[in-house]
């Protein structure tokens, strides 16, 4: 069974940097598309980043040169780094494969995201 | 980017009546579309892609239809599972984009 579990959410000042992690099972991250997609408290889904198959990366306008998202093929590991943060990045954080189930995606439950000072 | 409008915002529907849920995109998307369903402190589940693809598992009441820029998501014979938000979300081109949501609840 596939299983992507995030951590690394948690409390950050304004101005300050987060890493979150999303750990997996069952799946090979280097063979899959892995995603980030965050949802801001009481508001609907914004898809943040993803790495490709092939290991090319793209980004959302508003965490562009901010984030960085990669992946541990070793660890079957994927990563967002985030820096700059600023209060319009706190929400949920999911991390979200496709490609990994046949004819779905698995999501984790995600990680929460407060950017206060 | 692709702007992706859903209507109505919020559909109040007796169990066991059907629903209608309208997606548009800006551009055309061809059928580069999927239907999400949120509930309440979960992440979300794919219910359709490539338009009109029911994901492994979905009951065969959830239809979903169209191509270009006009998409329809169909509940038939709501349950009381099926109350929840329903987003729409193209991968056409990157920035993939989602609408901002359909809250279906009960009537």
């Known amino acids: 069974e596939v299983q992507l579990v995030e951590s690394g959410g948690g409390l950050v000042q304004p101005g300050g940097s987060l890493r979150l992690s999303c750990a997996t099972s069952?799946?090979?991250?280097?063979?899959?598309?892995m995603s980030w997609v965050r949802q801001a408290p009481g508001k609907g889904l914004e898809w943040v980043s993803v790495?490709?198959?092939?290991?090319?990366?793209d980004y959302a306008g508003s965490v562009r040169d901010r984030f960085t998202i990669s992946r541990d093929n070793s660890r079957n590991i994927v990563s967002l780094q985030m820096n700059s943060l600023s209060a319009e990045d706190t929400a949920v954080y999911f991390c979200?494969?496709?490609?990994?189930?046949?004819?779905?995606?698995?999501w984790g439950p995600g990680t929460t995201v407060t950017v206060s000072s | 980017e692709t702007v992706m409008t859903q209507s109505p915002a919020t559909l109040s529907v007796f169990p066991g009546e059907s629903a209608t849920l309208s997606c548009r995109a800006s551009q055309s998307i061809g059928n580069n579309l999927v239907w999400f369903q949120q509930k309440p402190g979960q992440a979300p589940r794919l219910i359709i892609h490539t338009a009109s693809t029911r994901a492994p598992g979905v009951p065969a009441r959830f239809t979903g239809s169209g191509s270009g820029t006009e998409f329809i998501l169909t509940i038939s014979g709501l349950q009381s599972e099926d109350f929840a938000v329903y987003y729409c979300k193209q991968y056409a081109t990157w920035l993939w984009t989602l609408g901002q949501g359909t809250k279906v609840e009960i009537k």
């Open positions: 979200r494969c496709w490609g990994c189930a046949y004819g779905t995606d698995v």
């Open positions: 069952g799946i090979s991250v280097s063979s899959i598309q």
């Open positions: 790495v490709h198959r092939g290991g090319n990366t």
